[in-house]
């Protein structure tokens, strides 16, 4: 296939899952922030904006600058609007491949971004809008794409995006312990009812943060997605099948995994944040290794951002 | 200038409380949001501000969404074999932290004191012998089991948990109205209603800290397992329902769930040899501790009614031995019957030696001659309730009778005195609540939940306020038009626990390096990429 579709697949597989990701992260801590005095919402809104990845625009950053910020605004690839805008942007140069399935649910999202209310009760709305939608564009993907190597880049795409979210997830623990509790960690991955099943009576943050990061069948946990994007490479290039590795993707995402699941420790909670940084940055690399290696150059970028 | 303009906020809000203080007025009830004069009291000032920023448009808005998120979420209760959304309103029920601490050992006492008495009723009857109540009121009880007589259940609680129902009189005192011993239910509209309003109204939390209720299912859990029968090391806790055509199914799933345990129906379970078993893919797994929310004679049908297929036969004779704790204890009914209610003022003195914090509410015995004849002449002024009702089902309230009703309702009560009590009408408290375009006051009672492990009553802060969506109306029962609100207890020190744990920054944290140097693939992170 073309490298150029095979980017814009990967693109909207990554952007997808981000607005998800994201949808979930600001859902669940707009509502502990609403709980915060004043004062302090600010130094709070700017923290997780900066786990998120974007830094603060002006001095007087607050709570709506915080909801324009990862959630409406379409210039950048960090919000929601923005991500959705992206991978709506990449479906339309790949039209002739993705499904017709595909492409009308993402440019119905597209559509549907504006005719929310940006106040914090609107927002919630458009989180639960989000997570609907972003469901319905993976599921309209599963079932009306071939499973072939244009589904893998989708795939690869989410599976590296959901690992870095997840790993955004548990960082956001630092910014917001302040009652920030493992429950609401979970209920951000979607996670708690799972996690209760397994764990039955054990409670407790390091149980918790064990669950998303370590889990080898929560399909949201770091070590799973990694997993996913492993085998996902491992398709696209079966060439190495015996001995050793030509593909710096793999390898990467092979590193972190297995250091990660084989990892022996007594004390999670304080290498977390060691954990949480060397999984971004290994999806940055990985994803920086596999455009590299399948997207031919970065002098033409194909992914580009909504500007408006 | 006006007097209106003068108190700012009400002037503001004047299309949605507009004749808020005329219907107040009418009712005569204690306010809990307003103080004579409209003005608000200080521990709803928040919520009045929050409100004071919404239009009707904004209010009804967020009322229908909350609404169509509790049908989504299957918040819902059986209206006539339909699936209804429990109406939670937007006003929420606020308490201030001084009135919650008199609540809260108020209802722990009560709790303590139903404990004791029937760990006595199914022993010694000390409490008989002593001349503190008659034999004749707890053998003629509906409830009072003797299949369970003469032994301590395991694990040693039989109350482990329960639902004190209090109500505020016109003169702003608690009073309790009930206790529920048995099966009290509604804790899941509490954890359901927080989560709804935080969405729902997230003003109105942003300066006072609500104490959190989303802690009762582990406590639940460690109460449950606590009292597990002894010698069992890691115990299996299961949840008993009657199934999914049991109104309050939505509730055993929901605890199940968020304990994480299985969610059990009676053929599911087996006893064999005294202990109890689920059947599993991975075969039989013994159970330890049973949440039984199925009544007692539905549960055994060795010892109970023969008919039921809800139960499983031989869990009492397991109970007996030691074998299973099933939570609450079969036969608590009768320490909520409502005569022995009449009792528990002195039952507390009599097991705890102290005096009762919350009072009861005037009850007349209708045995006593005095007051049945005091009854019988007064029935249009009094409330008369069968003792052994719940879900306010055969309560007649006199001055809404008809003459008619009013007649059956003395045959029955000469026909049966032991069956009922009368009590003054209460004007229970009221609430603003949205009614059509605009507020009106609306009773409400309170249901606090408290869980007892053994060693220690823990109350939860919050509770269940249910509303009576009919203006004027005092039943507040949810299969008789109620609604519910969301219930928030005010902490001590708005401050405190937000301040008190210092938010540990990443850069201060010591960093302890775990992961290999990293080796040499290029390091060509894209910005845009972040």
Known sequence: ?308 | MNSKQKDGWLLDMSDLFQDYSVAAGRSGAYDEMFAPGQQARDSYGQVADALRKLSLADVSARADSMARTFLDRGVTFDFAGEERPFPLDIVPRVIPAGEWDVLERGVAQRVRALEAFLNDVYDKMTVVADGVIPRQLVTTSAHFHRQVHGFEPAGGVRVHISGIDVVRDAAGTFRVLEDNVRVPSGVSYVLENRRAMAKGLPEAFGQQLIRPVEEYPRRLLSALRKTAPSGVDDPTVVVLTPGVFNSAYFEHTLLAGLMGVELVEGRDLICRGNRVYMRTTAGEQRVDVIYKRIDDDFLDPLQFRSDSMLGCPGLVNAARAGGVTIANAVGNGVADDKLVYSYVPDLIRYYLSEEPIIANVDTYRLEEKEAREYTLDNLAELVVKPVDGSGGKGLVIGPDASRDELDALRQRVIADPRGWIAQPVLQLSTVPTLSGDKFGPRHVDLRPFAVNDGDNVWVLPGGLTRVALKEGSLIVNSSQGGGSKDTWVLADSPQVPVETVPRPSISVRERVSVWPVESNWRDRQSEQQQ
Request: hydrophobic share 40%; aromatic share 8%.
């Open chain 1, 1 to 308: 296939m073309l490298s150029r579709i095979a980017e814009s697949l990967f693109w909207i597989g990554r952007y997808v899952e981000r607005a998800d990701g994201t949808a979930r992260i600001l859902d669940v801590h707009l509502e502990r922030l609403n709980h915060l005095p004043m004062d302090e919402r600010k130094s709070v809104a700017q923290e997780l904006l900066a786990v998120m990845g974007a830094r603060p625009q002006s001095e007087d950053f607050g709570l709506p600058e915080l909801l324009h910020a990862l959630a409406y605004d379409k210039t950048s690839a960090t919000s929601i609007a923005g991500s959705l805008g992206a991978a709506r942007e990449n479906a339309r140069r790949a039209r002739e491949t993705v499904s017709s399935g595909l492409w009308e649910s993402l440019n119905t999202t597209y559509y549907g971004l504006s005719q929310h209310r940006k106040d914090v009760v609107g927002t919630y709305r458009f989180c639960n809008w989000t997570l609907e939608r972003t469901a319905m564009v993976s599921g309209l993907a599963d079932t009306t794409v071939s499973h072939d190597e244009s589904w893998l880049f989708l795939v690869l795409g989410r599976s590296l995006e959901r690992a870095d979210m997840t790993a955004r997830m548990l960082s956001t623990r630092d910014v917001l312990s302040a009652g920030m509790s493992w429950v609401n960690m979970l209920r951000c991955a979607g996670a708690y009812e799972s996690f209760l099943r397994t764990r039955r009576a054990a409670f407790g943050d390091q149980h918790a943060a064990e669950f998303l990061l370590l889990d080898r069948l929560f399909p949201r946990s770091i070590v799973y997605a990694l997993r996913d994007a492993d085998e996902c490479l491992a398709k696209l290039d079966p060439s190495a099948q015996r001995v050793g590795f030509i593909n710096d993707a793999r390898r990467i995402v092979g590193q972190a995994r297995t250091f990660l699941e084989f990892h022996r420790t007594d004390d999670l909670m304080s290498e977390l944040p060691e954990h949480m940084e060397r999984v971004q940055k290994a999806v940055a690399q990985a994803s920086d290794a596999i455009s590299r290696k399948y997207f031919n150059q970065a002098d033409e970028l194909a992914w580009v951002g909504e500007v408006s």
